[in-house]
């Protein structure tokens, strides 16, 4: 019964090339977010979409574009991926009480060669 | 905008000892902070927050933060660490909009 769960857990592949990312929670959560964790761990977040409507867009270029189907589900596209890409990706989601914490799936290692 | 500093990438402690990891801040308004940690391969895991009120806030695993408006600080402690409370502790503040900012994390390690 995860609560937030990604896949795939491990992405390889090569530059240039275009993938997805997937998220769903089952926590009955409004607000989904995805994070970019760096090689020195440094967290960052990158969107944020609350009820299926993007809230937070950062400064991320549009190579990367996400998607909403539903309020349970926050997916990430990936075109062009880049040698700079490779990092671990985080989705996690939030109660629409801006004082609740934020659940964290396991995370996508994505590693271009 | 609202930040958080932590200004150790690595603490160590032996196992048995008190550990601090420290968590400094800088808002405008009221802080709402945070506490997660970081196992391998894991994502972040909530530990505890503050939003108002006392100034000591407990959490899970025996951890607890205290809150201190005059240091701006927001330190994480517990009062006789483990060995398997080794792992990657970030300290967090509520931005505007629902966003949260991370502190670039401290590596805790605890000696057997």
């Known amino acids: 019964d995860t609560a937030v769960s990604q896949t795939p857990k491990y992405l390889v592949t090569q530059m240039g090339n275009d993938k997805s990312i997937k998220c769903e929670q089952n926590?009955?959560?409004?607000?989904m977010y995805w994070y970019k964790q760096d090689s020195k761990k440094f967290l960052k977040i990158m969107f944020s979409?609350?009820?299926?409507?993007?809230?937070i867009n950062e400064t991320v270029p549009n190579r990367f574009s996400p998607k909403s189907p539903d309020k349970a589900h926050l997916n990430l596209h990936i075109n062009s991926l880049e040698l700079g890409d490779s990092a671990v990706y985080f989705c996690?989601?939030?109660?629409?009480?801006?004082?609740?914490?934020?659940?964290f799936g396991d995370g996508t290692r994505l590693s271009i060669l | 905008a609202q930040s958080v500093a932590q200004p150790e990438d690595q603490v160590n402690v032996a196992e048995g000892n008190p550990l601090t990891v420290k968590c400094t801040y800088s808002?405008?308004?009221?802080?709402?902070l945070f506490w997660y940690v970081q196992y391998p391969n894991r994502g972040l895991q909530f530990l505890l927050k503050?939003?108002?009120?006392?100034?000591l806030v407990k959490g899970s695993y025996g951890f607890e933060a205290e809150f201190n408006k005059s240091q701006t600080s927001f330190h994480l402690k517990k009062p006789s660490a483990l060995v398997s409370d080794s792992a990657l502790y970030f300290c967090?503040?509520?931005?505007?909009?629902?966003?949260?900012?991370f502190g670039k994390g401290t590596r805790l390690h605890i000696l057997p």
């Open positions: 996690a989601s939030k109660d629409s009480d801006s004082n609740q914490p934020q659940h």
């Open positions: 808002v405008s308004g009221n802080p709402y």
């Open positions: 967090a503040v509520r931005d505007r909009g629902d966003k949260i900012i």
């Open positions: 503050y939003i108002t009120g006392d100034n």
């Open positions: 926590l009955g959560h409004d607000t």
């Open positions: 979409y609350n009820n299926k409507e993007l809230i």
